[in-house]
């Protein structure tokens, strides 16, 4: 059974030397032992501080070929077969350590508990963001008697969330300099069998696919080396238990507040302890632990379902949008908006094209309208400019104040793009400051995109765009900013990489957190930064410059496991589409941005008088149900053959969406899954209203016509650009129970004949039904 309100329980209890930290419905164990190192004992569904003896590993002989810790008073204890809190080289531990230092005598560390205490307010990383609004942290000092070193780990509880977040904080308590290589942010050792990875990869245009892979002995790494965090693993991931689904089963939640290089490890033992563990990426990572200085890693965030992953991923979301996000856009609503992109690039001569765009889209609803890449200094293609703040008034003439002026008369946002990490060689700022560029030594520059970056651990360069960027939103009343980042980073130490990182929070700190009501938007060449590090500052993420809907599915069915649809950009853009050259209905791109923070992102003046209404109708539509796509529960369905499903669910709302990939002869009858309803409740169901077009149907039109037309007539082409044909709308009635066990759907067209009750099936066509509750339930309540 699945709790989550009105929940009375101690967060945090602590018997002798046992600690046990609960949340609504998970609980998390361990414990100092005799030799005061601290002992995992269990982390899963919820348990009471009285089982611990039960569930507390039994040993009772020596294991062979191990290291005794201390042959004197126990010759059964060896570290390497115990599960542990951390782990370290050099007493007998061989898993895989979660620190490593140097320094003249010795690799070795064996932290000792030493005390511990409660927090009950936030508590900051030092320039670092984390999560916030928990009123239970719990820090355990450990100490390693010999090297003088200590380390705090630091537990801190979201309760309703399910959620507990873990870091560490070495501090140097000794005289002596040391060099530390690695200081994971935390290290879980779960003893299950049969455990699965899910893990999100990607590319450019490809991000965040799932992978999933069974366990094996031996080590999986995850991690990025690239300078950002990266689409070529996402920080956040998911270990489940083989047979765990999306309703069902044990499953263990992992992501890392950071943007940076990162590195997440899951090795299994020979005894079948599986340590997982991750953070900053070790890798030419050599820092400089001085006397009396710590180091602090970033925040870790774990969470546990017993009840399968859409629980999961529902834990995921809710800690996001109440611990993450932060500014007035926090649970607001976010605007649906216009992005000149996809429809122009760099190519809008005069601003007449953008302006003409941005009339139609007030027109059609649409709220905020956004400037991309193109507007500033010499920036004619992606081979000049960046780093440059200055209006091109060739291609704006009145400057970008009186395009936001103008925007704002017509009723919408004015939001505007950047890319200040990056600099171009052909810019005035590089003439003037060439040392603002990140560069490898004496070697001979390698561009990204045309691009260098630029050095953000220099403090000269971080006050340029502070100041830049805050002008440029201040001067010009901007609503919504687009922070766009192109460049993968290299040639530096993992040092570096860590530095530039937090001078980027500290820039994004400066920008928008004395800027409260501007939107900000990330971006790094579509979703390749999406982290909770980049989420603490802009509430939205670009998910991917891939706006193919088909494409879309998958990366936003990934970043779904880990992140809410209130956090994804999601845009309707021009078929056939930019980079697979797919064409699909208009309806499909809107059923997927649907469940994202919509946009549209085509030049709208090339749309049929029947396309620009029907986007008028769905973004009426959006704008009514938005709550629900962005910030209602999202469930995703296991077993949809043929089909991909998404649904949100808000109290009595629920909006479900079937995804068709191929079309079938003589389909199977197929039904309809709604998940999240009242079981008793008796709810009514309608399928979205749409248009067909009718040139679909080439020559096959003569089927539903009265008279015998020619599809390719000079008639039927004027025809179709005003009228379409009504797709089969469907109305059902059913209790919760019916719909989460599935409900049968009208036939699909078989070529056997044709009625309106049937449903017209498209390679890459959807259909998308809205529950809520039936007068009749309405009219029994009153
Ligand atoms: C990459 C982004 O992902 C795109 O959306 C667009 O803003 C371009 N950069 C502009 O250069």
Do not use: A, E
């Given at each position: 059974m699945y709790r989550r309100e009105g929940i009375a329980m101690q967060t945090i209890e602590i018997k002798d030397n046992v600690f046990l930290l609960n949340t609504a419905n998970t609980s998390y164990m361990f414990y100092a032992d005799k030799f005061r190192h601290l002992q995992h004992v269990h982390y899963g569904d919820r348990c009471f501080i009285s089982d611990f003896e039960a569930l507390c590993l039994k040993r009772c002989i020596q294991y062979g070929d191990t290291i005794i810790y201390d042959e004197k008073t126990d010759d059964e204890y060896t570290l390497d077969s115990l599960p542990l809190e951390y782990g370290s080289y050099g007493n007998g531990d061989f898993k895989e350590a979660s620190i490593e230092i140097e320094d003249d005598l010795s690799f070795t560390c064996d932290f000792l508990y030493v005390s511990h205490e409660v927090v009950k307010e936030d508590l900051k990383i030092k320039d670092l963001p984390s999560s916030y609004g928990s009123d239970s942290t719990l820090i355990v000092h450990l100490e390693?008697?010999?090297?003088k070193l200590k380390l705090d780990l630091y537990y801190t509880i979201y309760p309703q969330e399910d959620v507990i977040s873990r870091r560490a904080v070495l501090i140097n308590s000794s005289e002596r300099e040391f060099v530390l290589h690695k200081l994971m942010s935390y290290c879980l050792d779960l003893f299950e069998e049969d455990l699965t990875l899910m893990s999100f990869f990607g590319a450019w245009d490809k991000e965040t696919h799932l992978n999933v892979t069974g366990l094996v002995r031996g080590t999986c790494t995850l991690g990025s080396r690239v300078g950002f965090s990266s689409a070529k693993n996402n920080p956040g991931f998911i270990i489940r238990?083989?047979?765990?689904s999306e309703n069902f089963g044990k499953a263990w939640g992992f992501n890392l507040v950071y943007s940076g290089n990162h590195y997440s490890s899951i090795s299994k033992d020979e005894y079948s302890i599986h340590r997982i563990q991750g953070g900053i990426s070790p890798e030419r990572f050599h820092y400089?632990?001085?006397?009396g200085n710590s180091f602090e890693t970033p925040e870790a965030i774990l969470t546990y379902s017993g009840t399968g992953l859409n629980v999961l991923s529902d834990h995921f979301h809710r800690f996001i949008n109440n611990h993450i996000v932060r500014s007035k856009w926090k649970n607001r609503e976010r605007p649906i908006k216009i992005n000149s992109w996809e429809g122009f690039g760099f190519d809008f001569k005069k601003d007449d094209l953008i302006k003409k765009l941005a009339k139609i889209a007030a027109k059609l609803g649409i709220e905020l309208f956004v400037l991309d890449d193109g507007w500033f200094g010499r920036r004619s293609s992606d081979k000049r400019g960046l780093g440059d703040y200055n209006c091109n008034l060739k291609k704006i003439p009145g400057g970008i104040s009186s395009l936001s002026e103008e925007i704002h008369k017509l009723g919408m946002l004015f939001g505007i793009w950047v890319e200040p990490e990056a600099i171009n060689i052909d810019s005035a700022l590089y003439e003037k400051h060439p040392e603002y560029a990140i560069k490898d030594g004496e070697r001979q520059f390698r561009f990204g995109r045309h691009e260098l970056l630029m050095d953000l651990t220099n403090k000269d360069v971080q006050d340029y765009i502070v100041e830049n960027v805050g002008k440029l939103i201040d001067d010009n009343s901007v609503d919504y900013i687009k922070w766009d980042m192109n460049r993968m980073m290299d040639g530096v130490s993992g040092v570096y990489n860590h530095e530039y990182i937090k001078g980027l929070y500290s820039v994004l700190e400066r920008v928008f957190i004395s800027r409260p009501d501007v939107l900000f938007e990330s971006c790094s060449s579509g979703g390749n930064r999406f982290d909770l590090g980049m989420l603490c500052y802009s509430?939205?993420?670009?998910?991917?410059?891939?706006?193919d809907p088909i494409e879309r599915i998958d990366i936003q069915k990934g970043l779904s496991y880990l992140y809410p649809v209130s956090t994804m950009g999601a845009h309707v853009s021009a078929s056939p589409?930019?980079?697979?050259l797919r064409q699909t209905p208009l309806e499909t791109r809107f059923n997927v941005a649907a469940y994202g923070c919509l946009g549209y992102e085509l030049d709208l003046s090339l749309l049929s008088p029947l396309e620009k209404y029907e986007i008028e109708r769905q973004v009426a539509y959006y704008k009514k149900h938005r709550r629900t796509f962005q910030f209602g529960t999202f469930y995703r369905f296991d077993d949809e053959k043929d089909y991909e499903a998404f649904e949100a669910v808000n109290g009595d709302e629920a909006i479900v969406t079937k995804y068709r990939r191929l079309v079938h002869a003589v389909p199977v009858y197929d039904k309809l899954r709604v998940e999240g309803l009242e079981e008793d409740g008796e709810y009514k169901i309608s399928s979205k209203p749409y248009l067909h077009n009718l040139k679909m149907f080439g020559n096959l039109i003569n089927f539903v016509t009265p008279v015998k037309v020619n599809a390719d007539s000079k008639l039927i082409e004027i025809i179709t650009k005003f009228k379409g044909m009504d797709a089969s709308i469907q109305d059902y009635k059913a209790s919760g129970r019916a719909l989460k066990s599935g409900i049968y759907l009208n036939n699909l067209f078989l070529g056997t004949g044709y009625n309106s009750n049937i449903r017209i099936p498209l390679d890459f066509g959807s259909d998308m039904y809205e529950s809520r509750v039936s007068e009749t339930t309405d009219k029994n309540k009153d």
């Open positions: 390693d008697p010999v090297n238990k083989r047979n765990t400089s632990l001085l006397p509430p939205q993420i670009w998910s991917s410059d891939d706006t589409h930019m980079q697979t």
